[in-house]
């Protein structure tokens, strides 16, 4: 855990560092979490979403480390699906109305305990997924409920990092984090 502590100043507990260990796919929302939630639109009605560079790069070294990424949205976007293919993300999962079954069904399809899933979200509709997940994780700026439900609130906001520090606390939970940052020293 020491690179994850250099970096960030909330140490997470003995109990969230066990469940981030047993982590073998991370599921995310979108709106919220891997943007900052704004919606941006333009002046003929298109819309743009802004993501953090921080993030795409913690979701990069989950992937070289085997740890599955899945995105589950209730909202459709053409930028999310180009965003997952440039990150090389395959699970991707828009216009959901139950993100609680969606999580389950994935977890079916690639044979894994719900306590080696997590999911990260911000709003209320995030709650049924954090119900199935063995680490369910609210960004900084999450809505007050979702916070008090989670089992870990990152530091960070959403569209601001918070991916990463999740992407890193797992990966320094399995004792992982330092090698995929000296990859790049």
Request: aromatic share 6%; net charge negative; glycine share 10%.
């Amino acid at each position: 855990m020491d690179a994850f502590a250099d970096a960030y100043c909330e140490r997470p507990d003995a109990a969230i560092r066990e469940r981030a260990g047993h982590i073998r796919l991370l599921a995310l929302d979108v709106d919220g979490v891997l943007t900052d939630g704004g919606v941006y639109m333009g002046d003929t009605g298109e819309s743009f979403k802004r993501f953090h560079i921080h993030d795409g790069k913690g979701l990069a070294m989950l992937r070289a480390e085997d740890v599955a990424v899945a995105i589950i949205t209730a909202r459709r976007s053409e930028a999310v699906t180009r965003r997952a293919q440039e990150l090389g993300i395959h699970y991707v999962y828009q216009g959901v109305g139950d993100k609680a079954e969606r999580l389950r069904c994935l977890t079916e399809e690639l044979a894994l305990e719900l306590e080696s899933v997590a999911y990260v979200g911000d709003d209320v509709v995030d709650l049924g997924a954090f119900s199935r997940a063995g680490l369910a994780v609210a960004v900084a700026n999450a809505h007050p409920r979702v916070r008090r439900r989670a089992h870990w609130v990152t530091a960070r906001s959403g569209g601001h990092g918070a991916v990463r520090e999740v992407s890193e606390l797992i990966l320094a939970s399995q004792g992982r984090l330092a090698a995929q940052l000296q990859r790049h020293a």
